[in-house]
């Protein structure tokens, strides 16, 4: 497994007692598997990312990435797995305005250390894969919403992560442009063997997904198990 929680319990403070975000979740996503997860608001869907990308830690549980139990990492072992072992794709594209599209990649390379040369062919080839080669110079203003949320995918892979964790990618996008980028997520985990976790509302594209799971209170409960129809010919 690339991703593998199990019984993980989250809870947080409020007032006088302390609200579940997490009870006792059982999550298990092999390379190659795109699993969706839904549910309401508050339901918990940010809280299993945040501790699925070490972001926070398990009160209780294990949680391991790509064979790493995270439980006993201090928080520089935290920093390097993220660094070399998780993509993040978030809600809002968050790209830095000043940058052109090859630039915003590029920028993540330099974070990693990796030799420019490298970099730039990884970036190229992550642009030409997401579909905006073409639009390498140009910077977020120029960008529509759905070319800055594949500029985003492709920032999440330069590092070559094992798991891919993605929040509300469509939310603000029309049906064809959250389709297209739901598209790009499930070729690029089938491609590339990534385990990726695709937190959304959305649930017109749930067919693209292998798996989608909901949460309910803190609880995961299966909605539909993957199907090899769902892979791409």
């Known amino acids: 497994m690339t991703l593998d929680l199990t019984d993980v319990r989250l809870t947080y403070p409020d007032g006088d007692r302390r609200l579940v975000a997490l009870d006792d979740v059982d999550l298990h996503v092999p390379a190659g598997e795109l699993v969706a997860v839904t549910g309401p608001s508050g339901s ?59 630039d915003q990649l590029l ?19 992550l642009l030409d894969r997401v579909g905006l080669a073409a639009k390498a110079g140009r910077r977020p203003h120029q960008l529509s919403g759905g070319e800055r949320q594949r500029v985003g995918v492709g920032r999440a892979l330069m590092g070559e992560p094992s798991l891919l964790l993605v929040d509300e990618p469509t939310s603000a996008l029309d049906h064809e442009r959250g389709e297209t980028v739901v598209r790009l997520l499930r070729d690029i985990t089938h ?37 090899a129809s769902t892979r791409p010919a």
């Open 44 to 102: 918990g869907k940010s809280s299993l990312l945040a501790v699925a990308g070490a972001l926070i830690t398990a009160e209780s549980g294990t949680v391991t990435v790509a064979g790493v139990a995270v439980g006993p990492l201090d928080q520089a072992g935290r920093d390097r797995l993220r660094r070399e072992r998780i993509g993040f794709v978030f809600q809002q594209a968050n790209l830095l305005g000043s940058l052109t599209v090859l």
């Open 107 to 125: 920028l993540v390379a330099h974070i990693n250390r990796t030799p420019r040369t490298t970099a730039r062919d990884r970036a190229r080839h």
């Open 191 to 227: 491609e590339n063997r990534i385990a990726t976790v695709l937190v959304t509302h959305d649930l017109q594209h749930l067919h693209l997904t292998d798996r989608a799971v909901t949460m309910h209170d803190g609880r995961l409960s299966e909605v539909r198990p993957a199907t």
